[in-house]
């Protein structure tokens, strides 16, 4: 167990210092580009349609939407990376004997690392201009959420990207339907009737009200229901390690 911890740590840093490697910048493109997504995002939303925060939540519209928009530029990073972790890195799959998945948990992990940048300096704005209401319980919670979340999807899509390598084209197309049916922009109680049953089948909603109630004391979402999503991920984690293990001895032959 600590040599695989050990040898997650390196990936992690190796994956880390990949990104930003020759680059001026270096780390500091970890917050610009967020930064400059949840920009352009807020300029558009708050700035120019005027769109005002939920009734009863205690930021602006631009801290609602950073606390969802964080989150998911956190899932759609890892989702996108841990998809293609394994088939771009051939040369570490034939060439040596390791345990391959940690690809893709060193992958989700980058992914989660630059998001918690993003957080720990909205967190750190709100704790000194007293904006929002940090409770660490709801945070560690949504943070937990959130890698059950990912640890099932991560694995399957990376186990059938080796053989079908379309489905790293098609992801983009995807994560960008997720995106606009979940509400990050604008408050569930902006869905109409005739779409709110989607609503059902997007544990999303339920990531960014998580956060946001981590963050802004904004209302949780039901209990029950994170429990019932937390229990489908968690067998969906199981399936996912599962074909992983099925899959890998195919690997080194189609790379």
């Not at 704790?127 to 099932?152: N, T, Y």
């Not at 209302?219 to 399936?239: I, K, N, Q, Y």
């Amino acid at each position: 167990m600590k040599n695989k911890l050990f040898l997650l740590s390196e990936l992690l840093r190796r994956d880390l210092a990949a990104r930003y490697a020759g680059s001026f910048g270096g780390p500091l493109w970890a917050v610009l580009n967020p930064a400059v997504v949840c920009a352009v995002y807020a300029f558009v939303f708050a700035g120019i349609l005027k769109q005002p925060p939920p009734a009863g939540f205690r930021g602006g519209y631009v801290e609602f939407l950073l606390a969802g928009l964080l989150p998911w530029l956190g899932v759609q990073e890892a989702i996108m990376r841990a998809t293609t972790s394994v088939s771009d890195q051939a040369h570490l799959v034939k060439k040596l004997r390791f345990p391959i998945e940690l690809l893709v948990a060193s992958s989700v992990g980058a992914a989660l690392v630059i998001q918690m940048v993003g957080l720990a300096l909205l967190t750190a704005f709100l704790l000194v201009s007293g904006r929002g209401a940090v409770r660490p319980g709801i945070f560690l919670a949504a943070i937990a959420f959130e890698l059950l979340l990912l640890a099932g999807p991560a694995l399957v899509l990376a186990s059938l990207n080796v053989f079908f390598r379309d489905i790293a084209q098609l992801l983009p197309p995807v994560l960008m339907i997720a995106f606009w049916l979940t509400p990050i922009l604008y408050p569930e109680s902006a869905v109409p009737g005739f779409a709110a049953p989607l609503l059902a089948f997007n544990p999303l909603r339920d990531l960014a009200a998580l956060f946001r109630a981590a963050l802004f004391e904004a209302p949780p979402p039901p209990f029950g229901r994170v429990l019932v999503w937390s229990a489908v991920f968690f067998v969906v984690g199981l399936a996912g390690a599962r074909l992983f293990r099925r899959c890998r001895p195919s690997f080194a032959d189609l790379l």
